[in-house]
């Protein structure tokens, strides 16, 4: 008789002893057959190292054979965890310490019990190790400014990585990106001189407007007399609304002409 066929045979001996020993010791045999998993879990049962038909059970009651029945409860809700902050190598070779936060859930118990022994420390390591590898093909510039862009890619990589595992990989965030202080220094001179170049243009813009303005209300003004006066004694009024002890008045010639006539 080969082995499969021996092996079989002590299988169906060791059920059937099992759940005679369930029928001979009802009611109290109950208590160690039924078991409940919550809404958010499931359990995948193992009869003598064998998963069981119909994959994972629960929510709710399920029962399981003493003695060659075991069960591992498996947690469906989303979780979240840090990335420890990365000292990352950019492509302008620049070195920025970048770290993340990672939301995941399991989607298929069976596969995360199965395929991988720790499923949770897995996804870590190998959310560390992406954050390395993507932010190595940027610049400084693009990890800065792209970090929605960043996030995604980590997230499909993440989430391809990890689906042989029962693993979906939610979201990715980056949350924030250290500079050496030497870098600091040098990014705020920088944007400080660029401040100042931009002022300096915008006041010499100014500067050539208002001077177009003043060439105009100096033609409007020299094609009248009558205009010239009363800008001239509107200017008068205007000194002599402040509180002055002494105030000149110059005359223009035009208005001795018609006295010396």
Known sequence: MSDPARLSICAMLLTTFAFSLVIITLPFSLFMCIKVVQEYERAVIF???????GGAKGPG???IMPCIDSYKK???????FDVPPQEVLS??????SVDA????????????TNNIEDYSHSTRLLAATTLRNVLGTRNLAEILSER?????????ALDEATDPWGVKAERVEIKDVRLPVQLQRAMAAEAEAAREARAKVIAAEGEQKASRALKEAAE???ESSAALQLRYLQTLGTISAEHNSTIIFPMPINILEHFLK
């Open 74 to 80: 498996v947690d469906l809700r989303t979780v979240s």
């Open 61 to 63: 009651l399920f029962f």
């Open 47 to 53: 009869r003598l190292g064998r998963l069981t038909k």
């Open 91 to 96: 492509r302008d070779s620049v070195t920025v």
């Open 148 to 156: 929605e862009s960043i996030s995604k890619v980590m997230q499909d």
């Open 101 to 112: 936060v990672v939301y995941y859930r399991v989607s298929n118990p069976t596969m995360a």
């Open 220 to 222: 409007v003004i020299a």
